[in-house]
């Protein structure tokens, strides 16, 4: 029988995996209408709204923080991550961008070798091979042309991972609602100038969407935080597998695509990757002191 905390935990990561791949769909959906960049801006500023009962709550006590340089860094590298994955999203299909996606994990074992000073072992790198050859599958260079929008994911993956890496650092004095919180932010902050270079004044539904983007992103979030804090990453990591089945009927019912066979394929090859590095660094920070160069 599931425990209490452990079934929590579990339903937090799946209704994680469908607000998160219901975003993304209203991502592609409204930038038919509004640019990339913009739906970025206006993700983190609506986003923000689901912080005004902590904030009337607790007052400014969440913003707190000595980490403030790292937390600024933080949200630079991840407005570009942003802005790569929703323009991403606007040119390639849901389910091949989401199953692209699964490699920012991959992306974060290779960088904190040299950002951490991690060591891997056989297994280890194993795995981020795997999870590179699943890359390969989907998007068979040589065979087909590699379209704009993977290219661009995959940009943004890498550029996640690198942010997984600052908040490894920063969860060890931060709260999760102070980074998430700084996270939008300074998303929000970041993401303000390049908009208004693109900017096109949404239609009254547009807008709807668009509220509905930011409140969606920060609400999957924090249901994201509090399953891997009910429970360990090795318990809870396989359910976010549901994120690709999300995206191919979300996919299917509005846009009418079909994932292609080698979609399935390399995104549970990627998963199965990202899914074991996860379950070998949480068993490695048991062991490990939170030591790092950042």
């Known amino acids: 029988m599931i425990q209490g905390g452990v079934a929590r935990a579990l339903a937090a990561m799946a209704l994680s995996t469908l607000i998160f791949a219901v975003m993304h769909m209203l991502v592609r959906h409204v930038s038919a209408e509004v640019h990339p960049i913009q739906i970025a801006f206006f993700r983190n500023l609506f986003g923000l709204i689901v912080f005004l009962p902590w904030l009337m709550r607790q007052g400014l006590a969440p913003l707190r923080t000595k980490r403030f340089p790292l937390h600024a860094l933080r949200g630079a590298v991840n407005a570009v991550a942003m802005f790569a994955f929703f323009t991403g999203l606007s040119l390639t299909p849901l389910a091949k961008a989401t199953a692209l996606g699964f490699t920012a994990p991959i992306f974060a074992g290779l960088l904190s070798i040299a950002l951490l000073g991690e060591r891997f072992r056989l297994r280890r790198w194993s795995a981020i091979a795997c999870g590179f050859a699943g890359v390969l599958v989907i998007l068979r260079p040589g065979l087909i042309a590699i379209d704009l929008g993977a290219a661009l994911v995959l940009f943004s993956s890498l550029l996640w ?134």
């Open 161 to 294: 991972g690198a942010t997984i890496i600052v908040i490894k650092v920063l969860g060890r004095t931060e709260s999760s609602v102070t980074t998430t919180i700084y996270m939008n932010l300074l998303l929000a902050l970041f993401s303000f100038v390049p908009a208004l270079f693109v900017w096109r004044t949404p239609g009254l539904e547009a807008w709807l969407w668009l509220v509905a983007i930011g409140v969606l992103g920060t609400l999957a979030q924090i249901l994201l935080a509090q399953a891997l804090k009910d429970s360990e990453p090795g318990v809870v990591m396989p359910l976010d597998f549901l994120r690709l089945i999300w995206a191919s009927a979300l996919g299917f019912l509005v846009f009418a695509e079909v994932p292609e066979l080698f979609v399935w394929i390399g995104g549970a090859v990627i998963f199965a990757s990202s899914t074991y590095l996860a379950y070998r660094e949480a068993k490695a920070g048991v062991r490990r002191p939170k030591t790092g160069h950042l």
